[in-house]
């Protein structure tokens, strides 16, 4: 071997070990591909501070802009190149997010809340404070609770009102609790299914067993008894109710049309060194959430998730969640309504995407009522400084100018008002300890 190809083979041998250390540092992706990013040809010159950054996802339908941004090239037109990586959970997520891309992780991403303010405030890392940015809504809807086979004659609902005596007879019967599970404590879908039970009458801390439980999990828990119910994005209920598994007893829009559900947050250093990177990032999201909302456009979206790179779910599926197209309850009753399902800008109330603080804090106040996180978010004080310091309106507002929205499209008020769930509890955000003494059932 000449002295040059004996050179040239040592610093090929260094490069390649450097990047597989590189990759041991975080988490790893799941097998099988989810990490994609657009081709560096196709980035336009933006004058930006970084032309890349690194964005974890769950497949799950929240997460479907950020893949859509980048096969479509809308973050490539705004001079980003985003590296997409599929992540093998929400803990691995919140990991990497720790670790940042300089340490083999991520930048941020798709987020359950109040992930970004818990991680910010170190209450789910350990005492680790890695403060973090909101930036805008991914989704609304497109969420539901699947019933196993097992509980079928119980004809759960989106109201339990009626079914609350079920839980209490359920146990009797056979021995143990209820269980009910989600994918990551103490967040979002935690969050909707104790909703959901409180609601009813049903005390989810004395009367049921909550469990976290992985996505990929779901269907074999529902085959084998593990779980009685499972809270989760699509288009995993849709698929329980497609495989037989179980059915679905209801969808998040029932509970709460138009509801806060996951978000884009970027790690608060990433975003306060590369501010312009951060205003390409959220232009390419927004006209991606733009493009993927009408209903000529849903068609292609299933077709891209359905990618063994990105979800690796059969298209028909991801295309009749993405469309609303339900089977409700346990009579399977049709549900076509395109409003009920997964909405990401246009909605009755404004604008999707825009992170308005008053569905943010909606989080925490939750978090509240559970105790979830004590001596982080004990008043109501306390979740507001919380929220205010996260959350950040000013930068998605500046996106959409420069991007020439009309002004009609650009909200103007940090609160999107009153909220009314189906129980008729209401939430106003300028008197939240009313909301918080309105319930009645809480820890």
């Known amino acids: 071997m000449t002295r040059r190809r004996r050179f040239l083979a040592l610093m090929g041998s260094a490069v390649l070990g450097s990047a597989l250390l590189a990759g041991c540092l975080g988490n790893p992706p799941e097998p099988g591909g989810g990490t994609a990013s657009t081709p560096a040809t196709a980035i336009a010159d933006a004058n930006l501070e970084t032309n890349t950054i690194s964005l974890g996802f769950i497949p799950i339908l929240e997460a479907a802009p950020l893949v859509v941004a980048v096969e479509k090239g809308f973050f490539a037109k705004h001079g980003l190149d985003v590296k997409l990586t599929k992540q093998a959970s929400w803990p691995s997520a919140r990991d990497n997010v720790v670790l940042g891309s300089a340490g083999g992780g991520i930048d941020g991403g798709q987020w359950q809340m109040p992930m970004p303010q818990m991680i910010s405030e170190g209450a789910i890392t350990n005492g680790r404070k890695v403060p973090m ?146 205003v390409a990032l959220l232009k390419g999201l927004i006209e991606a959430q733009q ?90 004080e306390q979740a507001k400084a919380i929220n205010d310091k996260v959350v950040r309106e000013d930068l998605w507002r500046q996106a959409a100018t420069e991007l020439g929205l009309p002004a009609a499209e650009i909200p103007t008020s940090s609160s999107r008002g009153k909220e009314t769930f189906f129980d008729g509890i209401t939430y106003d955000p300028e008197n939240p300890q009313a909301y918080l003494d309105s319930l009645k059932i809480k820890k």
């Open 133 to 278: 940015y909101v930036l805008a809504m991914l989704m609304s809807q497109g969420n539901g609770i699947a019933a196993s086979n097992s509980v079928k004659e119980a004809k759960l609902t989106y109201d339990l009102r009626s079914s609350g005596s079920f839980f209490k007879d359920y146990a009797k019967q056979e021995g143990r609790k209820f269980r009910a599970s989600y994918t990551f404590p103490k967040a979002n879908q935690e969050l909707w299914i104790r909703y959901w039970l409180a609601a009813g009458g049903v005390n989810p801390d004395t009367e049921v067993e909550l469990l976290t439980v992985p996505a990929t999990e779901t269907l074999q828990g529902m085959t084998n008894g593990t779980m009685e119910a499972f809270s989760t994005g699509d288009p995993w209920p849709s698929r329980i109710v497609t495989d037989g598994k179980g059915y679905l007893a209801a969808t998040t829009a029932q509970m709460w049309k138009s509801h806060p559900e996951e978000y884009l947050a970027v790690r608060a250093d990433w975003v306060d060194k590369h501010p312009k990177a951060t």
């Open 291 to 380: 493009w993927m909302d009408k209903a000529e456009n849903r068609s292609e979206v299933a077709t891209i998730l359905s990618s063994r790179k990105w979800y690796n779910i059969p298209a028909p599926i991801l295309e009749a969640a993405l469309k609303g197209q339900y089977k409700i309850g346990a009579e399977m009753k049709p549900e076509t309504d395109p409003a009920m399902g997964p909405l990401y800008w246009a909605s009755d109330r404004g604008v999707i995407s825009y992170p308005y603080k008053s569905l943010t804090l909606w989080f925490l106040l939750e978090s509240m009522r559970w105790k979830f996180y004590p001596g982080v978010v004990d008043t109501v």
